[in-house]
């Protein structure tokens, strides 16, 4: 049932471009029921895993016969589940709140068939076993976000989605020629197989080469810091449900996903590899956090946080110790949930007020009751308090670099950690509490089904530390960290899973 | 339009001319390379380019309203979801057989115009999307060159 993950997107997309000029509301039911449906497809992939095994499903597209390189493969692993769920579920929440946010749109009907493109992108970056697929997908997903970008069609929205275009198309060349290279040397396209041949063949220049075209090219895609600068003009230009995907997902699976999956699957990470990404980690993550404390506008600023928290990621996931992946992955969860909702309340506070600007903003807290709570339990997460969800998966990250006796980066990491609560001590201060402004009498709460979707995301930012107990930790996490620690050993798996 | 000025739109009559000769020969062509994608270099891709160049072909030749009288935007629009679609359905229907994009025709004799299987069929559904989307984004360019010039 792999490819239903494809398929459901797609075949949703192409009929809402089909018949929704003429029904007004296929768009929300047909959007609605496909991202629903896709959630509870990722939560029942979880069943099939068998604890304390590497279980890995394949899944072989159009039945051919014979081994790798024959054939193209979709490939079902702890990463992939952990990712597809934090997707679909990102995804379904999102979609509930575009059906009241995108009212004031013209033209609903090609949000959301550009939305279920993206969706059908990065549902396929994560389940192929292919490196030309992967390419392809990620197009697909950068392509439809590159439109998403431009969809307010004002002039500063048009501006951002033409550099986010260029910038993307970059990344996308040295990613392609990379795959090419690979190829060529490899003879191969899928990704267990080229694991294999790269490790009978040995190490070459040519193989550094493609390492650095890759972290290039997914560096990009995952906005770390030398190549950020599309981020912050991109992210808060679209409408605020697509700044929450492209936030909140849209970067991990395009970068930190196929990262990951490239790094220590299929080419396997060397020191030198490692040292590079603790150290592009690290920068993002202070460079982000001291680049979002001085910004007025409240989407910019939340767009230089995802800069530093996708620092936090890379650096846990580059320790490469089981504690520190497991810190990486679980942030990863975390901050695609809290960032969303972050976005989404920025949205709802532009939906009721009409302005992003902190400064003409005050003490909304009194007409907006639930966005201001919310939103206060979200900063309070992104900044690493207790009991909240990013207290814990930063304290994991913190602890893992002293296990891994990286003093200098916990170092930096707390540091993060303090000027991120200080830049969101000013969110509040200055959107929410206060006393309310002359203008800002008349402003109303949001309409019921934005307000379900921010209160469902808080309540997961509450509760989403008990995924680090042992029960849901072996389904959820742990196997997604085996994949990332059994490392080329990957290619043994994959291989010795073809039915 | 009067018919004068419907004369007047395009370019010249040796240009007229020529393309109301050729542009039957272009369509037909890209039709040849679309059914014969599975035997000859070629295919839906190429073949859906040939078809969508014969429109904007007749687009440059007489002006935008007889290209547009012929295939309107939303018609085009309507054949580029419909080929998604059918490419899509085409795959899907590999379940029958048990497996995603699979080839679940007969494939006949190599080299025979009715042969391998699905293929030819999802030549046609790329050159619908193809051709249809690549005349819409023509399209699209001078329409926003027109409000450009306003």
């Not at chain 1, 009212?103 to 396929?124: D, P, Q, R, V, W």
């Not at chain 1, 969303?340 to 807290?365: C, E, I």
Request: a positive charge; aromatic letters at 12%; proline letters at 3%.
């Amino acid at each position: 049932m792999l490819p239903l993950f494809v398929i459901i997107p797609l075949s949703v997309a192409f009929i809402i471009s089909l018949i929704g000029r003429f029904y007004k509301r296929t768009g929300d039911i047909l959007a609605n029921l496909a991202s629903l449906s896709l959630l509870i497809l990722s939560i029942s992939s979880l069943s099939a895993h068998h604890i304390g095994s590497v279980s890995v499903s394949v899944y072989k597209v159009g039945g051919w016969g014979g081994f790798p390189p024959l054939g193209i493969y979709m490939v079902l692993d702890g990463l992939a589940r952990f990712m597809l769920i934090t997707l679909n579920l990102v995804s379904a929440l999102v979609a509930l709140y575009s059906i009241n946010y995108m009212e004031k749109y013209t033209s609903k009907y090609k949000f959301y068939i550009l939305f279920m493109l993206m969706l059908a992108g990065m549902n396929g970056v994560i389940i192929t076993g292919d490196m030309f697929n992967l390419f392809v997908f990620l197009e697909i997903a950068s392509i439809a976000s590159y439109a998403l970008v431009a969809f307010g069609t004002e002039s500063e929205e048009l501006e951002a989605s033409f550099k986010y275009a260029i910038m993307g198309s970059v990344s996308s060349s040295f990613i392609l020629l990379g795959i090419g290279l690979l190829y060529s040397y490899t003879s191969s396209l899928n990704m267990a197989d080229i694991s294999a041949v790269l490790a009978e063949k040995g190490y070459s220049n040519i193989v550094a080469f493609i390492s650095v075209l890759f972290l290039m090219g997914f560096g990009l895609k995952a906005a770390l810091v030398p190549f950020h600068a599309w981020l912050p003009d991109a992210h808060p230009s679209a409408p605020a449900p697509i700044s929450a995907m492209l936030s909140g997902v849209l970067i991990k699976v395009l970068g930190i996903y196929a990262l990951t999956r490239i790094f220590f699957s299929v080419i396997g990470v060397g020191h030198i590899v490692l040292s590079l990404l603790m150290f592009l980690g690290a920068l993002s993550m202070i460079v982000g956090v001291f680049l979002a404390i001085g910004q007025w506008d409240f989407k910019r600023l939340l767009a230089y946080h995802s800069i530093s928290q996708i620092g936090y990621v890379i650096l846990g996931l580059s320790l490469a110790t089981p504690l520190g992946i497991l810190g990486g992955l679980f942030h990863l969860f975390n901050h695609s949930v809290f960032k969303s909702l972050l976005f989404l309340n920025s949205g709802a506070v532009v939906y009721s007020t009409g302005t992003r600007d902190l400064q003409k903003m005050s003490g909304l807290k009194e007409k907006m009751p639930v966005t201001a709570n919310t939103s206060l339990i979200a900063s309070m997460s992104i900044a690493g308090i207790p009991p909240f969800n990013g207290f814990w998966s930063k304290l994991i990250i913190i602890m893992a670099c002293i296990q891994a006796n990286r003093l200098g980066y916990a170092f930096w990491a707390v540091l993060g950690s303090i000027l991120t609560l200080a830049s969101f001590m000013k969110v509040q201060r200055y959107a929410f509490f206060g006393k309310i402004k002359a203008g800002l009498k008349e402003v109303k709460e949001v309409p019921a089904m934005m307000r379900l979707v921010m209160v469902i995301l808080s309540i997961i930012c509450l509760v989403g530390g008990v995924v680090i107990i042992p029960q849901f930790n072996q389904v959820f996490l742990k196997p997604a960290v085996d994949i990332l620690l059994i490392g080329k050993q990957y290619a043994n798996a994959v291989l010795g899973a073809i039915p | 339009m009067s018919k004068m000025k419907q004369d007047q739109a395009g370019m010249t009559l040796i240009v007229k001319t020529i393309t109301r000769l050729t542009v039957g020969l272009i369509l037909l062509y890209g039709i040849y390379i679309v059914l014969h994608g599975h035997l000859t270099p070629g295919g839906g891709f190429p073949g859906g380019v040939i078809i969508a160049l014969s429109f904007i072909h007749l687009m440059l030749a007489f002006g935008k309203e007889t290209a547009l009288k012929k295939l309107d935007q939303i018609r085009a629009s309507l054949f580029e979801s419909a080929g998604a679609i059918m490419f899509l359905s085409i795959a899907s229907l590999g379940f029958v057989g048990g497996y995603f994009f699979l080839n679940f025709i007969g494939k006949g004799r190599p080299f025979n115009l009715f042969s391998a299987g699905t293929i030819p069929l999802c030549n046609i559904a790329i050159c619908l999307k193809v051709g249809a989307g690549l005349f819409l984004i023509f399209v699209t360019l001078v329409v926003l060159s027109k409000m450009e010039e306003r």
